[in-house]
């Protein structure tokens, strides 16, 4: 079992920053390959990021390329979503979730472990 816990949501002017964390426990965490998703009201789940075990590839949605850059830090077994130039779109529940997969995970039936969200509000 590994369990996850995000951090860092709240609300943000549009333009501006958040900083998300998941904190993981239980199994070794540089075994996971991990990801970031986001649920807005009324909308299917979507993927937001991924990263490999290393930390050395990383995959985006269109939508965040360029705002949005996922890192991990295996010493501290989390992983981090730094969110730039913020839209009101991008506002939804952020989730993080942990995968076994060894391929671009893009799709949320490829993880295994997922965290109890963090909400993220965008003002215009």
């Known amino acids: 079992q590994v369990q996850l816990v995000e951090s860092g949501g709240g609300l943000v002017q549009a333009g501006g920053s958040l900083r998300l964390s998941c904190a993981a426990s239980?199994?070794?965490?540089?075994?996971?390959?991990m990801g970031w998703f986001r649920q807005a009201p009324g909308k299917e789940r979507e993927f937001v990021a991924t990263i490999s075990r290393t930390g050395g590839g990383t995959y985006y949605a269109d939508s965040v390329k360029g705002r949005f850059t996922i890192s991990r830090d295996n010493a501290k077994n989390t992983v981090y979503l730094q969110m730039n130039i913020l839209k009101p779109e991008d506002t939804a529940v952020y989730y993080c979730a942990a995968s076994t997969g060894l391929a671009v995970l893009t799709a949320s039936n490829r993880y295994d472990y997922w965290g109890q969200g963090t909400q993220v509000t965008v003002s215009s």
């Open positions: 239980g199994r070794t965490f540089s075994n996971y390959a």
